[in-house]
T-cell receptor, first 118, second 116 residues
Framework: EAGVTQFPSHSVIEKGQTVTLRCDPISGHDNLYWYRRVMGKEIKFLLHFVKESKQDESGMPNNRFLAERTGGTYSTLKVQPAELEDSGVYFC????????????????FGPGTRLTVL | AQKITQTQPGMFVQEKEAVTLDCTYDTSDPSYGLFWYKQPSSGEMIFLIYQGSYDQQNATEGRYSLNFQKARKSANLVISASQLGDSAMYFCAMTRGQTGANNLFFGTGTRLTVIP
């Protein structure tokens, strides 16, 4: 079974440009999460999709960030226009929908996209 | 609000020895889940172990065990018989509730180095 994949693995852009990150969750996983780790700080939650719906977007830093999950499969996270403070590693994770008898739904993480804004 | 504190930026351990990585948490919710993840140099986040707030026994998974002290709000990870491949960043995290369908709150991580 393929794991969570993210594209690109690295992106270097200039301030003011636009970047789109993509995440392909594990097939069949309803829950999809985006997280970000800024250098030296903790990994912070950005938002959570259940299928194609945004369940929680309380962690999105501002309106320069737009996430979509059309059709409830892969998701994109667009940053427009990018600022210096947006640099960091963006992680995507997915988990199954609620399953009876399952103690907890483990979140499976992708390898991350390292974004550098110059 | 949920908060995770990992006070050890870096730890060293001799190969084959045991090591404890500290984690304290803060929450006002009675139901929560506690997790440990490992991040090797390759970058992926690997789930290690889970403890629910209502679980009576400490969780164990192979060489990993979670020392859950609810009154002290601590969830330390114990790695027994350290191996060179255990060198990595380790993150403690928690969720509200125990369904696993909520987002994770992470600590800043501890970098573990296993010395041959």
């Amino acid at each position: 079974e393929a794991g969570v994949t993210q594209f690109p693995s690295h992106s270097v852009i200039e301030k003011g440009q636009t970047v789109t990150l993509r995440c392909d969750p594990i097939s069949g996983h309803d829950n999809l999460y985006w997280y970000r780790r800024v250098m030296g700080k903790e990994i912070k939650f950005l938002l959570h999709f259940v299928k194609e719906s945004k369940q929680d977007e309380s962690g999105m830093p501002n309106n320069r960030f737009l996430a979509e999950r059309t059709g409830g499969t892969y998701s994109t996270l667009k940053v427009q226009p990018a600022e210096l403070e947006d640099s960091g590693v963006y992680f995507c994770a997915s988990s199954q929908g609620r399953v009876a008898g399952v103690k907890h739904n483990e979140q499976f993480f992708g390898p991350g996209t390292r974004l550098t804004v110059l | 609000a949920q908060k995770i504190t990992q006070t050890q930026p870096g730890m060293f351990v001799q190969e084959k020895e045991a090591v404890t990585l500290d984690c304290t948490y803060d929450t006002s919710d009675p139901s929560y889940g506690l997790f440990w993840y490992k991040q090797p140099s390759s970058g992926e986040m690997i789930f290690l172990i889970y403890q629910g707030s209502y679980d009576q026994q400490n969780a164990t998974e192979g060489r990993y065990s979670l020392n859950f002290q609810k009154a002290r709000k601590s969830a330390n990870l114990v790695i027994s018989a350290s191996q060179l491949g255990d060198s990595a960043m380790y993150f403690c995290a928690m969720t509200r509730g125990q369904t696993g369908a909520n987002n994770l709150f992470f600590g800043t991580g501890t970098r573990l180095t296993v010395i041959p």
